[in-house]
C-alpha cells in the first residue's frame, strides 16, 4: 500500500492568459467623436481571421502581446477573445496589469473606408473599417470598449492543496 503513495511535486501552473471583452461598442460616441454603427468591422472580418488582427500593447507595433482568437460583431459591438502570451516580459506585464485591474481598456487601430458627419450628434459615423489591430490600454478612447473577463489560473490555490496532499500522504505512510 506505502509503494502507491508518492510526494506531488509543484513544477508550475501558468497562467492561461485568456481575456474576452468588447474591443467596440455600437452607437456610442468616443472621445474622438466617432460612432461606429452595426456592420462596420463586417467587410474587415470577412476577409481575414481572428488571427490576423494583432493584439498589441498600448497600440505599439513592436509591443505583441498576444493573439486574438475570436473576433465577431454582435448586437452589442466587436466581441473579441484571445490569449495573452504571458511568457513574454510585455505579456506578463499585460497579464498582470488586466488581472489586477489596473489595464482594462481595449482600443481598436482601423483604416476608416466608409464614414459620413452627423450635425445633430456632432460625430463622426463609422459605417465601414478596416480593423488592423485591437490593443489593451489603460483608458480607451471609447470608454465602453472593456475587458470584460481574465481567466487565470489559481497557482497559491493549487500549492496549497499540492502542500495538503503531501501531508495526508506522509500521515498515510506514517
Known amino acids: ?40 468591422f463586417t467587410k474587415s472580418l470577412g476577409g481575414r481571421g481572428a488571427g490576423a488582427v494583432a493584439m498589441l500593447w498600448g497600440h505599439d507595433q ?24 504571458t511568457a513574454t516580459r510585455d505579456g506578463a506585464d499585460a497579464f498582470e496589469f488586466a488581472k489586477a485591474g489596473a489595464v482594462g481598456g481595449l482600443s481598436i487601430g482601423y483604416r476608416t473606408t466608409r464614414a459620413r458627419q452627423d450635425r445633430e450628434r456632432k460625430a463622426r459615423l463609422l459605417e465601414a473599417v478596416d480593423l488592423h489591430e485591437i490593443s489593451l490600454v489603460a483608458i480607451p478612447a471609447n470608454p465602453l470598449s472593456r475587458v470584460e473577463r481574465v481567466k487565470s489560473h489559481c497557482p497559491d490555490r493549487a500549492r496549497r492543496i499540492v502542500a495538503q496532499l503531501n501531508a495526508a500522504a506522509a500521515a498515510l505512510r506514517a
Open 1 to 40: 500500500m506505502t509503494d502507491s503513495l508518492f510526494p506531488i511535486e509543484l513544477k508550475a501552473i501558468g497562467e492561461t492568459g485568456e481575456i474576452e471583452g468588447y474591443a467596440s461598442t455600437f452607437g456610442n460616441r468616443d472621445l474622438a467623436g466617432d460612432i461606429v454603427l452595426p456592420g462596420a
Open 62 to 85: 513592436k509591443r505583441p502581446i498576444g493573439v486574438w482568437t475570436e473576433i465577431k460583431e454582435d448586437g452589442q459591438g466587436l466581441r473579441v477573445k484571445g490569449r495573452i502570451l
